[in-house]
């Protein structure tokens, strides 16, 4: 069974810090990740994809994967309480309908 | 909006009734994909078309469930004889196949079932 895990939350911030959240998953030939934000009663939006080792930076979110150790990341700098949300990590299953695996989901609390 | 709409966005029935979803996808997008949310859980894949033709079903979807892309442009899900176990915001996602380069899903604004 491929797994993504993310770790337990909620997870509650005050406005203007660092929120750090992670996710590990289990197919090791995975090669696409993705970070979803979802608003309470909405779909998932898409907010960074990341295919190669290292950061990725867009904005206030960076996202950071290590494919040695399984582990993504999405980093919210100087977070607002607009980011309120859960977040969803997912991971692209290789070959054939290449359907998303997601985790659990992180709910982040800014507070302001 | 991601351009994937879905209707109905509610709907409310009644156990043991049958119903219908329906998704557009973005119009250039061949594959099309249905997935499942329970309160607290993230989406579960339930289903794939690659154009009109359904390439995948996850174990989730029992017999009572029956999806259709008929000419490759939008999908309809039905499931018949609904329980209360079926209640989740069903969600739709769309992407390009290869070679336009993403693997990104777009996901529409769902369908919330609740059955009684």
């Known amino acids: 069974q491929k797994e993504v895990e993310q770790n337990s939350g909620p997870l509650s911030v005050p406005e203007g810090a660092i929120a750090s959240l992670n996710c590990t998953y289990s197919?090791?030939?995975?090669?696409?990740f993705f970070w979803y934000r979802q608003y309470s009663g909405k779909s998932p939006e898409l907010i960074m994809s990341?295919?190669?080792?290292g950061d990725k930076e867009d904005g206030r979110f960076t996202a950071q994967l290590n494919k040695a150790s399984q582990y993504v990341s999405l980093l919210i700098r100087d977070s607002q309480p607009s980011d309120s949300a859960t977040y969803l990590c997912?991971?692209?299953?290789?070959?054939?309908?290449?359907?998303?695996?997601f985790g659990k989901g992180m709910k982040l609390t800014v507070n302001p | 909006d991601t351009g994937v709409s879905q209707d109905p966005r509610h709907k409310i029935t009644k156990r043991g009734q049958n119903v219908t979803f329906r998704c557009d996808p973005i119009?250039?997008?061949?594959?099309l994909y249905w997935y499942r949310q329970t309160l607290g859980q993230g989406p579960e894949f339930l289903t794939y078309f690659q154009n009109e033709a359904q390439l995948e079903k996850s174990r989730l979807l029992s017999d009572r469930f029956s999806a259709e892309r008929p000419k490759g442009s939008f999908s309809t899900l039905e499931i018949q004889r609904t329980e209360q176990g079926d209640s989740a915001m069903y969600l739709c996602?769309?992407?390009?196949?290869?070679?336009?380069?993403?693997?990104?899903?777009?996901f529409g604004p769902g369908t919330r079932l609740t059955v009684l």
């Open positions: 997912a991971v692209n299953t290789q070959g054939g309908s290449e359907k998303l695996v």
């Open positions: 990341i295919y190669s080792n």
């Open positions: 197919d090791r030939v995975s090669q696409s």
């Open positions: 996602a769309s992407r390009p196949d290869y070679p336009s380069g993403t693997d990104t899903q777009y």
């Open positions: 119009s250039e997008h061949n594959r």
